[in-house]
């Protein structure tokens, strides 16, 4: 049987360490960010 545990999101933490303790989901986005400067996506 497959057993799953639900997870929360961070909203409203604001270090990694309290992420990782308090078992929330974290999305590293830093590749996003790099592409959307490299690729001036930013609004203009």
């Given amino acids: 049987m497959e057993q799953t545990t639900e ?10 360490s309290e992420i ?3 078992n929330y989901i974290y999305i ?6 790099w592409q959307m400067t490299k ?3 930013y609004g203009r």
Avoid: A
């Fill in 7 to 16: 997870r929360k999101y961070p909203v409203g933490i604001q270090t990694f």
């Fill in 20 to 22: 990782r303790k308090g």
């Fill in 28 to 33: 590293d986005k830093t590749d996003l960010v």
């Fill in 39 to 41: 690729n001036k996506l």
